[in-house]
């Protein structure tokens, strides 16, 4: 058993507070950047376009993430309370609304750009997307939130800032856990799967992700203000469009690869012709 006593306040610099969930999100997104340089280096292409796209992913993953929180988890509350909707910095972030967020981002991004294809370089964004998430969970576990149930035994996490005295599952560490090992695929297929489909490892990325979600979700306390009253709760069954998404995701872009592949197979024997 272990007993967490973590600050969420890293450190303050005379009124400005600095939270780690701050740090760590933000940190995230800075390793994040210098990540794609990397891969935008590595594909030459131009990494001035990579400032503008992080703008977009960073817009995209606040404000779906917000609304997703707000809608999903506690809609009572903020449609009848809209203007706290915009107070991001109370807490309160989904990650299903997130994911959407990014998506729909990015695709506006590169429908504005005209120079990039959206699986070549989403593959490229969801490798350190997945470190992201991993920062984020270790920032809900240093904030004592996203709490997972009491284990009814002898092990686990005693979160004695919160004044309690029993132990938890850590669930944010279990999802922090899984999303690394999610990274750490990503990572290695990315710099050696070089005929890969486009857009597998993004579909990669939704499956390992959605997929640890759904199986964690029922050591987690329930996050929404209403019960489903069904063996799963609202965090399993938001998880299930995603998996399922991600496997039609991995047969469609393995379809357009194979169709390209026969393509120019075609192209190359007529050429010899």
């Excluded at 504005?112 to 991993?134: G, N, Q, W």
């Excluded at 009491?150 to 856990?177: S, W």
């Excluded at 990503?186 to 486009?198: D, I, M, S």
Aim: positive net charge.
């Amino acid at each position: 058993m272990f007993v967490w006593f973590g600050d969420p306040i890293a450190f303050t610099l005379g009124p400005v507070v600095m939270r780690w969930y701050g740090l760590l999100f933000a940190g995230g997104f800075v390793i994040g950047y210098f990540m794609m340089y990397a891969m935008f280096k590595r594909a030459r292409y131009n990494t001035d376009d990579l400032d503008r796209m992080l703008v977009y992913v960073f817009l995209g993953t606040i404000i779906g993430a917000r609304l997703g929180h707000c809608l999903i988890y506690e809609p009572d509350y903020y449609l009848s309370h809209p203007l706290e909707i915009l107070q991001i910095w109370k807490g309160g972030l989904a990650s299903h609304g997130g994911t959407i967020g990014v998506v729909l981002a990015f695709f506006i991004f590169i429908k504005r750009s005209h120079k990039y294809r959206f699986f070549e370089i989403a593959d490229m964004i969801s490798v350190p997307i997945a470190l992201v998430c991993t920062f984020i969970r270790i920032g809900n576990f240093m904030n004592s939130e996203i709490l997972g149930k009491p284990t009814n035994g002898d092990f686990g996490v005693v979160f004695a800032r919160l004044g309690e005295d029993f132990p938890r599952y850590p669930a944010q560490l279990f999802e922090a856990g899984s999303y690394f090992i999610t990274f750490i695929i990503l990572a290695v297929l990315y710099f050696t799967w070089q005929k890969r489909p486009q857009g597998m490892l993004l579909s990669i990325l939704l499956f390992c992700i959605y997929t640890s979600r759904f199986f964690i979700e029922p050591f987690k306390e329930e996050q929404a203000d209403y019960s489903t009253n069904m063996v799963l709760n609202v965090g399993q069954l938001l998880s299930i469009p995603f998996i399922l998404g991600s496997v039609a995701l991995m047969v469609f872009v393995t379809y357009l690869h194979r169709r390209e592949q026969r393509l120019n197979k075609a192209n190359d024997t007529n050429a010899k012709q």
